[in-house]
């Protein structure tokens, strides 16, 4: 009697080794696509920070060139908040300040309030310095730190940057 063997087929070994390197290039797939989430997620809180942090600060060095005079900070002085006396009496007076982690404009009286960073990202640590002289009047530094709101709890996806600039008002 021959017994006969079927070649047609895997065997074991050969099964096991195929599924080895499968699930090796899944699992090298899979960890890198979460590594490019993860990148694309911090390029977006950082962008998210900055896009907020540019703007702000643009309106405000916009507002003190265009102000007729700075109240406070008086002359050598720092302050938390900006008052600016405004040539437009709708807008006079001016003030920047700091409430419930956002900046915030203020204009005319009865003030207008604008809030001008959103709600995912916190400012602090606002000042301004009325750096002025004798011979540059008007000049004020300005400086923000503003930081994402990180809710999931991983410190990968935090991210702050403290923005600052000096503007002088222009003399008419």
Known sequence: MKIRRETAGFTLIEVLV?????GGILIGMSSYLSFLVD???KNQ???EVESQGTHVMNLIEQEIRNAQGISTPILGAENA???LDDFTAANDPTLFSIANGGIVLSEGAPPTVSILTSSKVEASN?????VSRLST???IRASFTLSYINTSGNPELSYSKNFETSVN???P
């Open 18 to 22: 195929s599924l080895f390197l499968v």
């Open 39 to 41: 990148a694309r997620v």
């Open 45 to 47: 809180i950082i962008a």
């Open 81 to 83: 908040t900006l008052f």
């Open 126 to 130: 606002l000042n301004f310095a009325n």
């Open 137 to 139: 009047p008007g000049v």
């Open 169 to 171: 008002v222009r003399t």
